[in-house]
Structures are given as structure tokens and as C-alpha cells.
């Protein structure tokens, strides 16, 4: 692994949007173990989402996450309504969005691409599966995946 | 020359057929004309019995028309057919008449007979296509009217009377708008001038529902087709109506049914997909956490073994909570409806008595108003009830103040509404629709299942009336439903014979 090239960046930040404490407890745990250094924003619904994103409703200090994790049976606003929103806002539209559901439907899968989502994911049933997947997301956007923009120092 | 000869002569060179016969029916005296006609020369058909020139069909309608000469009688001007000399049928115009002596005593029968004219037979064609017409038009099971250039009736059939109530002399000469609705009736005017402007045979008013007036001033829906006719110095329109009540009804019944079926599928969809999304998730709690648990044993983490046991407990409630509501909700729509006079007082006793051990100790349920009497499926309206009242104890709570839920029953024209009120923290109404959707919730840490408003409004839908809320943030939610006053009791006379 060390004679890998790769640009890990200082610390990546990540905002995860879900319902569920139980999977978002997954998901964190899965992060704090993660090969890349990560932090972590957590949302539950998808009008918090949009709060977190645009700064507003107690979120005026939060800094800009470097992807959002979106769950889509989110309760008020769900996934879909909040992809389509953070497309159309110009501010936002350039946001790493990565769909992390228990749904696998098609019509759930094609409604999000069409909403460019970058990436779509199903939440594994096995343990050592969701642990990987976790890795493998955090490891890849935070690496690999080169940023829309520059983030401001 | 005397008179005789005269006489003689003058049938002799008539340009009618004359024949006369004896009473027996034997041929005595043949004109020119009748050798022309018939075929026959004089002195071969004198003495021969007449019945040779009649059709043998006809023998019999001919007997009887000699039988009636006989009793003095004359038939005039009828039309009929002989057969010539070589089997070739004439159509000709017959008059006879008995032959009288000087004692007015009957001693034989004259056949006066001419060949029909091109004419005549034109003429008698008519006639009989107009007994055949109107044979025809009376029979038609459509209303058929004609109406005049001036909007006026001229002609209708029996079925326009039956349709509209009328008796023809009530309809004929009166403008055609008396069979239309007051409402329609101003434009009607305006639809005949442009009609008579491009008269072609098509339906009337394409795409608009039509209807007529009867005489009793009821209304019912029809179907009309509309043809020109064009006479000489006359333009005439005719009407042909159908009531298409039954038709209406039937397409109604097929429109709601269909719509059912659509709402069902959708449902069924819902329903696959939850199972596939909403029952998943608990699963991916469970088997994580397991994990977790395994870990946590190696490691001796005695708090994180606990904090994993206590989700795993809590997934699998959520799972029995998921599939028990599914179930409820299917029942809903699955279970016959059986719609009798219910007190709702009891029911909603019966409720509170059930969800008192939920309530805290400062909590309260009042019912404010009388409940009425009123015909509803018991269960139904009970589950109806019983989700309303959950879902104020799980949603109403207030962090600052008791729960209080007040039950009141207020009624309009058409249907009894129930109201279950809270003096909760409320709700945006941007989510008032929303909250009624199968797995919508608000708030994921109260516990719900998203299940219950989704009962709530199938009860509403199942009694004709709605489910709707009242509530701003701040104010506590009214959630109301409503029962409509329209619902028949079942027959339970009819359950047995099934």
C-alpha cells in the first residue's frame, strides 16, 4: 500500500444523510476505522440536508463536505427531492453525491442518474461486506477521486 | 243503328279490356282491348272458364272478390296480376262489377281491366314504400324526429313520445329546443344555424355530453345523429335519438372500477417495493450489529456488547411493527365490508379504555361532544379511530405541557365527521398531504411505522368520505374523518343467499 501514488488529502469530509441512528452508526464506525482520514457530518432528514448544504438553520458554520452520502427513504424531504435540489442550485450543483440505500429498484436506481447521482450504492446485508463497501467509498472519493474544485484553505 | 248495336260497339272498341263472364265463372263476352291485353283471340277464350288468366295464387283473393260482386257489391281500381296467353304475368288495374237485366236480376260479372301505367305503378311503389317507412320508423327503437328549416317539429316517431313523454301532437309544430334542457337551450339556435350552414350526416355536438328534457322537466343523457334531408323548395333535418342512460351508468361503473384497480395496483407496488426496501433495512441493522457483536465478545467490550443486543432488539420490534402493520393495512382492504347502525359512542369507550394503559399519568382523552348513531363497517371505523388516537399519543406529545386529545363529532349535509385533536408541537402543513402516503413519516425516532394515516384514509375512502388534517407548527394537529351519510346498510338477506 505504501508504494501506492495517490494524493490523500488532508482529511476528508463526509455528509451523511440518514434516518436510521442504527445504520448511521454502521456507517461511522465503518468510517473511524476507514484507511483514509475522514470526518463526518450526520443529518436525518432531508430538509436538515438542505439546512447542512446551504448554510442555514443552525449550519451557518459548517465547512463544505467533499461528498454526501444520501440515503433516499428519508422522512419530510426524501433522497430523490434532495438530489434534485442540490442539482439545481447553482452553489451546489457540482457536489459529490453518492446514493447509499436499502433499495435496489430499478425505478429507485434510473430516477437517481437521471438526478446525477455520481455513484449508487445498495446497503449489503452481510457485516464484512457493509465494512468494505464503507472503506472502498471513503478510500476511493477521498483519493482517487479528484475534487470539482479546489478546496479553500 | 239501334242502341244495342251502339252498345255493342262501344265495348267492342273501348280501350279498356272488357270480359264478361256468366255466373259460373265462364267467359261470355272478350272486347279487342281484352285480346290485346290477354293475349286471347275472341273466339278461342269465349266459353272458357276465367280462372285461365289468373295466377294460380291469387285463385283464391280472386273468389273472394267475385263473391263479393255476387252480393252486388263492385271492387274498383284494384291492382293486380293475370296471366297472358304463353304464361307471361300483367300487372293491371281491375274494376268489376256485376251485370244486371232490365229485372235488376244478377246474370253476370264485367271485368273492366287496363294495363297499369308506368305511372301508376311509380305511384303504387310509394305508397307501399311509405306503409313500409313508417312501419319502419315506428318500429325504430331510437326517438326520430324531423325538424323544419324554422327549428319547428314536423314529424316523430312512437319512440319520441316514449322518450321525452309527450304525445305527438304535443311535439309536432313546436320548436325542436322544447326537448332540451333550459340551461342548453339559448344556444341551441345558434347550433341548428350551423348545422343548416354544412348539413352532413354525422353526430351532434361531438365531444359535449348531451342531454334531453323529458315533459316532467327530468333530464337524461342522449346520443343524437343528424342528417339533412334536401327537398325541392325544403330543408329538413332528421333527429335520431338514444337515451343512453344505462350506457352512461354502465361506462361510469367501468371508469370507477377501473380507477379501483389502477389505486390497488399502485398499492400492490407499494407493497413490493416496502418489502423490498422497509423490511430490508432492519435486516442490514441486524446483521451489522451481529457482527459488531462478534468483535465486541472478542474484544471482552462489555458496554459495546449491550449497546449491540439493545439494536438488535429494537430492529427486530421494528420488523414485527412493520409486518403487523402491513398486515392491519391489508385487512382493510381485503376484508368484506359489512355496513350496519352503529353507535360510535361505544366504539370509542371501547378505544379509550384500550389505549389508556399508553397514556402518561398527567395525560388525558376527552370526548367533547355528543357521538352519533350512524351506519359504517363497525371494525373499519374502529381501526380508522384507534390509528388516529396512536398517532396522537406517538406524534402529539409536547415536551412542555401533558398530552390532551379531545374526540368531537360534528356533522354537514352528506357525512359525520369524526375529529381526534392534540395539543401537540404540530405540523407543517408542506407535509399535510404527505403524512397520508403508505411509510411517510415525519420523524423517524417516534417509533411509527408510516402505516396508520395510510389506514386512516383507506377507512375514509371505504365510506365515501376523506381524511384530512388541521395544524400549523406550534398549535397541535386536528386529524379528521369523515363518513358519508350515503352508505347503505348490507343486505344481509342477500349475504345468506350468496
Not at chain 1, 22 to 40: D, M, P, Q, W
Not at chain 1, 106 to 131: A, G, Q
Not at chain 2, 178 to 189: A, E, F, N, Q
Not at chain 2, 195 to 210: C, F, H, I, V
Request: charged residues 25%.
Amino acid at each position: 500500500m505504501n508504494n501506492l501514488q495517490y494524493a490523500q488529502r488532508k482529511k476528508v469530509h463526509f455528509l451523511l444523510v440518514e434516518d436510521d441512528e442504527s445504520h448511521a452508526e454502521i456507517i461511522k464506525r465503518g468510517l473511524n476505522r476507514a484507511r483514509v482520514n475522514n470526518t463526518l457530518d450526520w443529518v436525518q432528514d432531508g430538509q436538515m440536508a438542505m439546512d447542512f448544504l446551504k448554510k442555514r438553520n443552525g449550519f451557518e458554520s459548517r465547512s463544505e463536505p467533499d461528498l454526501v452520502i444520501l440515503d433516499l427513504k428519508l422522512p419530510k424531504k426524501n433522497g430523490h427531492e434532495v438530489l434534485s435540489e442540490i442539482r439545481a442550485d447553482p452553489s451546489l450543483e457540482t457536489i459529490p453525491v453518492v446514493i447509499l440505500s436499502t433499495s435496489g429498484a430499478e425505478s429507485d436506481r434510473t430516477l437517481s442518474y437521471k438526478l446525477r447521482t455520481n455513484s449508487y450504492l445498495v446497503k449489503p446485508l452481510d457485516y464484512d461486506c457493509f465494512k468494505k463497501l464503507i472503506d472502498d467509498l471513503s478510500f476511493y472519493w477521498g483519493t482517487w477521486n479528484a475534487p470539482p474544485k479546489d478546496t479553500k484553505a | 243503328m239501334n242502341t244495342d248495336q251502339r252498345l255493342a260497339y262501344l265495348v267492342q272498341s273501348a280501350a279498356d279490356a272488357i270480359v264478361a263472364i256468366d255466373l259460373d265463372g265462364n267467359i261470355t263476352d272478350w272486347n279487342i282491348a281484352a285480346e290485346s291485353l290477354y293475349g286471347y283471340a275472341r273466339d278461342e277464350i269465349i266459353g272458357r272458364p276465367v280462372r285461365v288468366i289468373v295466377p294460380e295464387r291469387l285463385l283464391e283473393h280472386f273468389q273472394t272478390n267475385i263473391e263479393k260482386v255476387k252480393a252486388g257489391q263492385s271492387v274498383l281500381n284494384y291492382h293486380t296480376v293475370r296471366v297472358k296467353k304463353g304464361g307471361e304475368e300483367i300487372e293491371i288495374s281491375l274494376t268489376i262489377s256485376p251485370i244486371r237485366n232490365e229485372q235488376t236480376r244478377l246474370i253476370g260479372i264485367s271485368a273492366v281491366a287496363r294495363n297499369l301505367s308506368r305511372e301508376d305503378r311509380l305511384l303504387r311503389q310509394i305508397s307501399e314504400d311509405q306503409t313500409l317507412l313508417g312501419v319502419l320508423t315506428e318500429s325504430a327503437p331510437n326517438g326520430i324526429l324531423v325538424v323544419d328549416e324554422n327549428g319547428k317539429i314536423t314529424l316523430c316517431n312512437k319512440r319520441t313520445e316514449l322518450l321525452f313523454g309527450y304525445k305527438r301532437e304535443e311535439l309536432v309544430g313546436q320548436p325542436v329546443e322544447m326537448l332540451i334542457p333550459t340551461s342548453l337551450r339559448s344556444k341551441h339556435p345558434h347550433y341548428r344555424k350551423t348545422y343548416s350552414d354544412n348539413p352532413t350526416e354525422r353526430q351532434m355536438g361531438a365531444g359535449r355530453d348531451l342531454t334531453g328534457l323529458r315533459k316532467d322537466g327530468t333530464v337524461f343523457p342522449v346520443e343524437v345523429g343528424l342528417a339533412p334531408i334536401r327537398l325541392q323548395d325544403r330543408h329538413l333535418v332528421t333527429a335520431s335519438v338514444i337515451d343512453i342512460t344505462e350506457r352512461k351508468v354502465a361506462q361510469e361503473n367501468l371508469q370507477q372500477t377501473n380507477r379501483e384497480l389502477a389505486r390497488r395496483n399502485e398499492e400492490v407496488e407499494q407493497f413490493i417495493y416496502t418489502i423490498s426496501h422497509d423490511l430490508k433495512s432492519p435486516l442490514v441493522t441486524i446483521q451489522s450489529f451481529l457482527g459488531f457483536l462478534k468483535d465486541d465478545l472478542k474484544s471482552g467490550d462489555h458496554a459495546a456488547v449491550e449497546d449491540s443486543l439493545k439494536r438488535l432488539s429494537a430492529a427486530n420490534s421494528r420488523m414485527t411493527d412493520l409486518i403487523g402493520d402491513l398486515l392491519q393495512l391489508s385487512r382493510v382492504g381485503l376484508k368484506k365490508l359489512n355496513f350496519e347502525q352503529i353507535n360510535t359512542g361505544h366504539i370509542v369507550s371501547e378505544l379509550k379504555e384500550s389505549i389508556e394503559s399508553e397514556l402518561g399519568k398527567d395525560d388525558q382523552i376527552t370526548v367533547t361532544t355528543p357521538l352519533p348513531t350512524l351506519v359504517c363497517d363497525r371494525l373499519k371505523l374502529s381501526q380508522g379511530l384507534d390509528n388516529l388516537l396512536r398517532n396522537a399519543i406517538r406524534y402529539g406529545r409536547s415536551t412542555e405541557h401533558p398530552l390532551h386529545i379531545e374526540i368531537s363529532a360534528t356533522e354537514t349535509d352528506t357525512a359525520h365527521v369524526f375529529t381526534v385533536a392534540d395539543n401537540g408541537p404540530g405540523i407543517d402543513p408542506k407535509y399535510h398531504d404527505k403524512i397520508f402516503g403508505l411509510f411517510q413519516r415525519l420523524d423517524s425516532s417516534a417509533g411509527g411505522t408510516g402505516v396508520g394515516l395510510t389506514i386512516v384514509r383507506r377507512v375514509a375512502d371505504l365510506h365515501h368520505g376523506t381524511a384530512w388534517v388541521e395544524s400549523s407548527p406550534g398549535f397541535g394537529a386536528r386529524f379528521s374523518i369523515s363518513i358519508s351519510k350515503n352508505i347503505k346498510l348490507t343486505n344481509e338477506q342477500r349475504d345468506d343467499n350468496e
